[in-house]
Nanobody, 124 residues
């Protein structure tokens, strides 16, 4: 199982970014994928996930209505479209695997096999 995140960058508040989580060693039909983020000095927190069992999506309250998770099964990639970005969204974003396939609740201990992360910086 291997995950590689990309798509981070520097953006002004109100802007958008699309993160990608490329999976290898398994297919998105097998496991759920979750996006988490970690800001300096803070714990890693759940952002969004997508279930491989039901295709249902889940969001943290802080990002609901602004972020959208989706998957391209043919490419084995999960995306996180982030709109209306705020300075408080600044963090390193990671994707992880939930081998149960459910993807929720969006708790850190349900996920592992983390990628290397991608930095998102939102300027005020």
């Amino acid at each position: 199982v291997r995950l590689v995140e990309s798509g981070g960058g520097l953006v002004q508040a109100g802007g958008s970014l699309r993160l990608s989580c490329a999976a290898s060693g398994f297919t998105l039909d097998d496991y759920a994928i979750g996006w988490f983020r970690q800001a300096p000095g803070k714990e890693r927190e759940g952002v969004s996930s997508i279930s491989s069992r039901t295709d249902e999506t889940y969001y943290a309250s802080a990002v609901k209505g602004r972020f959208t998770i989706s998957s391209n099964d043919a490419k084995n990639i999960v995306y996180l479209q982030m709109n209306s970005l705020k300075p408080e969204d600044t963090a390193v974003y990671y994707c992880g695997v939930d081998i149960t396939g459910w993807g929720e609740p969006l708790l850190l201990q349900r996920f592992d096999s983390w990628g290397q992360g991608t930095q998102v910086t939102v300027l005020s």
